[in-house]
């Protein structure tokens, strides 16, 4: 790789020692991907994927508190994933211990080290930092350091920005120097298309349920989805982008990837089009039987296959604005139909500090929270994983939280039935 | 004896009993164990891969196409590393994907512990990938060779 005479010498030492080691773990990172070069980070803010005070997770808080004490820190603030912990998220007297005394007692601590290294408010803990109201949403073509599979394919594909699937540290790191190495997606060339996937469903498919198909087949390259816009339209208006939120999350978290192309929708595809298709792009056709196929092929881990749902987890990644208003009228209308004033099942909606705090001034927060849900900033993620969340049976339409945990995946319609009318 | 010759990551000389995963691994559900409940074993916690799901990796040669899923997989490598908990070797048949890749460096630049050691091969094809199975001896070299028994 060739280096700037300032990049040289922040690696040969001469600002610190501890700089020079976080310089050389981005320089020895792009080695291994073939960059030869590094290039600045532009977008006004970062966003980190770790924001857990888990106590196994002391080799990170070590390494955190060197940057501290070298007083190595980025001049970019940034966001970062949601809490683990949320006191209204239904837990009994056990998994209240587990979570404060014995997982999670480094909460604070963890905290701590974040608002010192740059955290943008005490608040700024989302998974969807790019949603308007979170205010961490970078423009076109912006070069970013960021982590969070679900955010990072969301920048890349929606909002047309640059950014490779860093790893958590990684995504410090490169805000630290200022400088990220030039590879992968933030290259013309990385940003084609090796596959094509045209959707000849008969409905508008369930994007979580798509997501998972995409990522499944597709992994870590990049597709080119045609198709999609008859179903969403070619404005990436409120409902769109919450369906791409979800939909990307899905291909990230079931496969690897970490930009894709909408035929006529996304930025990227509007502007270039089927130039963006590399040659010798592979094929996927997706119909209902596929979708079909993939719902079909997801285990089910509970103990008891036909246990009734003890918890419902939506939002994630977190919920929209959107999603929290046109899913606060599906429940009125559900549990109307139904003949219920409230959910029959637990359930937690979860969305960033900020959306929460928007939601709360419209006249949609108080019709909630009359039918019963729980609206929380918490990760469900972390939530579900320990041996206790483990083996309730916990429902979701979310395809990330199926895939790291022992929640069973539902799509959006099954859902409301089950929450407002009860398990058949 | 068939030998495979892949690029070195992470270069190192050992012999270890073969775990292998056909599908991509899904770092942070494969090791969750390991690093939340002191599964020293690191017995591999994801329900979607049924090669590798409830199998153990530490100490074992993990061959593999590439990993993936969450963005926290290279600090889940990392954790695993300075916990001890970590794979003998990694053996990619693919180019190394950005995770892994960066936990891997992450502990070696970072992590001066010969306890913390895990040999990193990649690009070894897919032949290699078709040819390995579990409990096969795989000897793994500083030039990146892996000797299959």
Known sequence: MVLTNEQQAILNGEKGETLAKVMETVVRYGELFGAEKLVPVTSKYNHLVTSFGLKMMTPVFDLMQQLIDAGVVS???????????????????????????????????????????????????????????????????????????????????????????????????????????????????????????????????????????????????????????????????????????????????????????????????????????????????????????????????????????????????????????????????????????????????????????????????????????????????????????????????????????TARYYTDEEILEKITKGVK | MKVFKGRIVAPGNVTAEAVVSHAGLNTLASFQGALQFGDKKATCGDQNNPDLYNKQMAGKALCLPQTIGSTTGGLVLYCACAMGRQPAAMLFSMPIDSLAGAGVVIADVWLNDEKAKMVVVDSLGEEFLNYVKDGMSLTVKEDGTVEVN
Not at chain 1, 158 to 175: E, F, H, K, Q, T
Not at chain 1, 293 to 310: F, G, L, Q, T
């Open chain 1, 75 to 405: 001049e970019q603030k940034f966001s970062a994933d949601p809490r683990p912990l949320d006191p209204n998220v239904p837990q009994n007297l056990l998994q209240k211990i587990v979570f404060n005394v014995a997982m999670y007692s480094k909460q604070d601590f963890y905290e701590g080290q974040l608002q010192t290294l740059g955290l943008m408010d005490k608040n700024a803990f989302t998974c969807a930092c790019y949603l308007d109201q979170v205010a961490n949403k970078p423009q076109k073509g912006e070069v970013l350091s960021w982590a969070e599979s679900s955010a990072v394919v969301y920048a890349n594909s929606v909002l047309g920005a640059r950014c490779n699937r860093n790893s958590g540290i990684i995504d410090i790191m490169g805000s630290i120097v200022g400088y990220v190495p030039y590879f992968g997606l933030l290259t013309d060339e990385g940003r084609k298309a090796t596959w094509v996937v045209e959707i000849k469903t008969t409905k508008k498919p369930e994007a979580q349920l798509l997501g998972s198909a995409i990522g499944m087949k597709v992994m870590e390259d990049v597709p080119y989805i045609k198709g999609l816009d008859a179903w969403l339209g070619d404005e990436l208006n409120d409902a769109a982008c919450s369906y791409l939120k979800d939909f990307g999350a899905a291909t990230a978290s079931n496969g690897a990837v970490g930009l894709y192309h909408v035929d006529n929708l996304t930025p990227e595809a509007k502007e270039l089009g089927e130039s963006l298709i590399a040659e010798g792009a592979k094929t996927y056709v997706i119909d209902d039987a596929e979708l079909q196929r993939i719902y079909d092929s997801y285990p089910v881990i509970w103990k008891n296959k036909d246990a009734k749902p003890k918890l419902c987890f939506m939002g994630c990644p977190h919920m929209s604005l959107e999603q929290l208003k046109s899913w606060t009228v599906r429940l009125e209308d559900s549990l109307e139909a139904a003949g219920n004033k409230k959910v029959v099942i637990p359930t937690v909606f979860t969305s960033a500090p900020a959306v929460i705090e928007e939601f709360n001034k419209t006249e949609y927060a108080a019709r909630l929270k009359a039918t019963g849900v729980i609206l929380s900033y918490i990760c469900p993620l972390m939530y579900m994983n320990n041996p206790l969340s483990k083996s309730m049976p916990v429902i979701t339409s979310s395809n990330k939280l199926r895939t790291y945990t």
